[in-house]
């Protein structure tokens, strides 16, 4: 008998032992999604929405962009700038949070602060928390020149202060407004125009030419060619009478009609002229020479293919969408110049302008900077490289050209006068038929730069007439002329 | 829980604390002084038990307070005249009939004026007047001081094979009989309560102590096929049992109607993380009947991981300490008893706590000592009472 109560106390332990394992299993492993989920937990959010007064969000000169108000009817969260809905997010209590209100909901809900003590204390001594503020890089007034500049088009704008990595303003059209979202909740997640989707940090476009600029960079940088390199192009005549060249990769043909030529015959450009032209035969050829191994090697460390660092949500941008669509020539052409497969953000191309006006390397993107909480304050976010790209001497190099092209090709509408504006537009094909993606990147001044930017509107037509005029617009607010 | 109401310590808050303190100090002198031989764990950990009871029943349900304290004073006192009696436990055996004519007069009592005093669906109480009285659990040992006698009687035929069906060795005609008859009961039982949480507890209580007599196994998987197919009854008879069931696979797709008190629960023990909101800073009162069903999940928000592991390590050493009583017990008929005893206790948290924790699904009984209510207080105190005296025979002897 008694071997077989030991059995039926094993028995028992075991059910004990389950017991013990299933307690962390739902009082530690699945605590933060049960507990953060209004689904199962609205009652006690709103409690402890109520008896603590979350912390502001403000902008880089303290204007408030978001703030609590206790009401009789519980506590109500406005936010004065409804345009930067997509970098603050909301904050509800049916629909949960989101972005910088979500990523640091520990901070401005005041169990963590900047005095990290006082917030342990006040836990421990069940004081009502008091959220801390979060501080912004975005400058709000930079951030309503951008929105204004961007007129009623659906696109985005990145714009990033490139020394440092801050991001001084991000504007994604169409938006929401984030003090009536619940109340609209329906009506915006059925919208066909998507105001939701924060199309600057989660956006994926075809980057047009403005990719041209990561192949000049990593043609040089990689010495397949050199800032001297003469291309050379046998011109043909249409039945028109215009000027024309026709190259196969391939069997892929690409076609240039513009190279200053109106009659057959030979056309001589310098490197800084393709690139301030635009030419894709010549970038193809560029590519073709890198091979895909090395441009797939030079994109992915301009930030492509990999998640770049954020506050809020972004996504990766992509070179191909098939595995191996790089092995084939053609392939490798047509991304050259921008088509193929690419697939990218704007916050990605706003990266790689940043990266040439940083002298080579990637600045960390950030949005956040500091945490304050009454008089003390912690810096969260600071200066950081993300990693080296090109060297310097390619970057001056890929810089000049990119001054060329403002100076002297079809990004000439981004001049500012007394300033060296880069730059490079994109004109992004996407289906036959459809008017093309505009595309702009820059960054100014050439030889002391504080602002890089990323301007694409969707479906509205060439980058040089849709969006260079924005980041002009952009750049001068930005460098006050 | 007075510091937290009143942000300051009453003295008189602290009446309710000394009392314990006192009838903690009158059990163990007098179990000291009349058989000073018995267990030292088993008081202790009542005591502990019962005392973070009261704090809870104080902390969810203050007006119960009273009543609560009155069922663990009652209990206290019942649980030393059981150890103070004179004779052995052994004039149990001799009325067993009585205790199983009683056990099934219960049953049938319940059945025909079983009342649900709150709307659950589940008849569990037999009411008095004001006073309500949940027969299961007073069933419980009646039921175990049965088996053991009857198990006791029949022991000489323990290991003989009768016949042969097949490939099984079938047991003795004596074994099939009682099995039989204490099904039966169970699934009265069910019938009358409409809830599988007794059912599962008396029959597991039952076939544990009818292994534990025959050391043959075939009971067990007898006994788990006789259950799998009551609760499969159950399952399609009762519409009760079928959405407790259904709630049990699924609480989250209607997490605000079926399923609310279980994703609360469950919301209520992620709450409290490792260490706790503390007592009276969370919000377990959130739990529809969180102070009879689930004390366990308030326990778990706010005294956190820590707490709830804490309670699951003392029902551990409460079944271990019983085990052993049973184990160096005297003859097999107080090894039997004692066996199932504890089993009785250490089953039952097991089952509640694990309806908790979403393991298996929801029932209706206590977290012994520590829900509300008198029939499992009274109940439980009485087990413990038997357990102390067993020890104190079996240590003396040896």
């Known amino acids: 008998m008694s071997q077989s109560i030991y059995r039926t106390g094993l028995a028992l332990l075991i059910g004990f032992v389950i017991i013990a394992l299933a307690l962390p299993y739902w009082q530690v492993i699945r605590a933060n999604d049960l507990v953060g989920d209004p689904r199962y937990n609205r009652y006690r959010l709103n409690e402890i929405e109520n008896s603590s007064e979350r912390g502001r969000i403000l902008d880089r000169n303290g204007v408030v962009l978001a703030s609590t108000e206790m009401t009789p009817n519980g506590a109500r969260r406005t936010y004065s700038m409804p345009a930067l809905a997509h970098v603050t997010g909301f904050h509800s209590a049916i629909f949960g949070d989101s972005d910088i209100e979500k990523a640091f909901a520990p901070y401005l809900q005041g169990q963590e602060g900047a005095d990290p003590f006082k917030a342990m204390f006040d836990r421990l001594l069940h004081r009502p928390t008091v959220g801390s503020d979060v501080v912004l890089t975005i400058d709000s007034k930079l951030q309503a020149v951008a929105e204004e500049a961007m007129g009623s088009s659906k696109g985005a704008a990145v714009v990033i202060q490139p020394k440092t990595g801050e991001i001084l303003a991000l504007v994604s059209h169409p938006y929401f407004d984030p003090n009536t979202m619940e109340k609209d909740w329906d009506k915006l997640k059925n919208d066909p125009g998507t105001p939701m989707v924060n199309r600057a940090t989660q956006g994926l476009y075809v980057p047009g030419s403005t990719f041209k600029t990561v192949i000049l960079a990593a043609a040089l940088d990689s010495g397949v060619t050199n800032p001297d390199e003469i291309f050379d192009f046998k011109m043909e005549t249409d039945s028109y009478g215009r000027a024309y060249h026709l190259e196969s990769f391939n069997g892929y043909e690409i076609y240039c009609a513009n190279h200053g030529m109106t009659s057959p015959g030979r056309a001589q450009l310098r490197l800084a002229d393709v690139f301030a032209q635009s030419c894709n035969i010549a970038f193809a050829r560029l590519g073709v020479r890198l091979g895909s191994q090395r441009l797939i090697e030079y994109a992915k460390r301009f930030g492509f293919e990999t998640q770049i660092p954020l506050e809020i949500p972004d996504l990766p941008s992509q070179l191909s969408l098939k595995p191996g669509f790089l092995n084939d020539n053609a392939a490798v052409a047509a991304t050259s110049f921008g088509q193929g497969q690419l697939q990218a953000s704007p916050l990605q191309l706003a990266m790689v302008a940043a990266t040439i006006a940083r002298g080579g390397i990637a600045p960390q993107p950030f949005l956040v900077s500091e945490i304050r909480t009454g008089k003390y304050s912690t810096t969260v976010g600071q200066p950081k490289q993300w990693h080296e790209v090109v060297s310097p001497t390619t970057a001056r190099e890929v810089a000049d050209m990119m001054v060329h092209a403002v100076d002297t090709g079809w990004a000439k509408g981004a001049q500012v006068s007394g300033v060296r504006v880069a730059g490079k537009t994109g004109t992004a094909e996407i289906l036959p038929g459809e008017t093309p993606h505009g595309w702009f990147i820059g960054f100014a001044p050439e030889d002391d730069p504080q602002v890089a930017v990323a301007v694409i509107k969707e479906y509205a037509g060439p980058g040089s007439t849709e969006a260079v005029p924005v980041g002009k617009a952009i750049i001068q607010a930005a460098l006050g002329k | ?398």
């Open chain 2, 1 to 398: 829980m007075s510091l937290v109401r009143h942000n300051e310590l009453v003295l008189e808050s602290l009446y309710p604390a000394f009392l314990l303190i006192g009838l903690l100090i009158l059990a163990h002198v007098l179990l000291f002084w009349s058989r000073p031989s018995s267990d030292q764990v088993m008081l202790p950990i009542t005591g502990m038990l019962s005392a973070i009871g009261l704090t809870l029943v104080s902390r969810l349900a203050p007006k119960e307070f009273s009543h609560q304290i009155a069922w663990v004073i009652l209990g206290f006192f019942l649980m030393i005249l059981v150890v103070l009696l004179p004779g052995s436990v052994h004039w149990l055996k001799r009325y067993k009939y009585t205790w199983a004519i009683l056990g099934v007069a219960l049953i049938t009592t319940t059945i025909v004026f079983g009342v649900d005093p709150n709307g659950s669906g589940e008849r569990l109480w037999l009411g008095f007047g004001d006073i309500l009285f949940q027969p299961s659990e007073v069933l419980k040992v009646l039921l175990v001081v049965f088996v053991a006698s009857y198990l006791d009687d029949k022991r000489e035929l323990l290991s003989e094979n009768a016949f042969r069906v097949g490939f099984f060795k079938m047991p003795a005609i004596p074994y099939i009989v009682p099995l039989l008859v204490t099904w039966s009961l169970a699934v009265l039982l069910l019938i009358g309560q409409k809830d599988l949480g007794p059912t599962l507890l008396l029959f597991g209580v039952f076939i544990a102590m009818l292994y534990a007599a025959t050391s043959r196994t075939v009971y067990i998987w007898a006994g788990l096929l006789l259950f799998l197919i009551a609760a499969y009854g159950a399952y399609h008879v009762f519409g009760h049992v079928a959405t407790r069931v259904d709630i049990w696979i699924d609480p989250w797709t209607d997490a605000q109607g079926k399923g609310y008190q279980l994703v609360q629960s469950l919301v209520a023990f992620a709450s409290g993380g490792v260490v706790g909101t503390g007592l009276g800073f969370g919000y377990p009162l959130l739990i529809p009947a969180v102070y009879t069903d689930f004390p366990f999940a308030a326990i778990g928000e706010e005294m956190g991981l820590l707490g709830t592991l804490a309670i699951v390590l003392l029902y551990l050493v409460f079944t271990y300490r019983g085990l052993k009583i049973s184990l160096e017990a005297q003859d097999s008929f107080e090894q039997l008893l004692a066996m199932g005893l504890t089993v009785t206790v250490g089953l039952q948290a097991i089952v509640i706590i694990s309806g908790n924790l979403k393991l298996i699904p929801l029932t209706g009984i206590t977290l012994p000592f520590i829900s509300y209510g008198g029939s499992s207080m009274l109940t439980n105190f009485i087990i413990v009472g038997l357990l102390l005296r067993i020890s104190h025979a079996s240590e003396r002897s040896s």
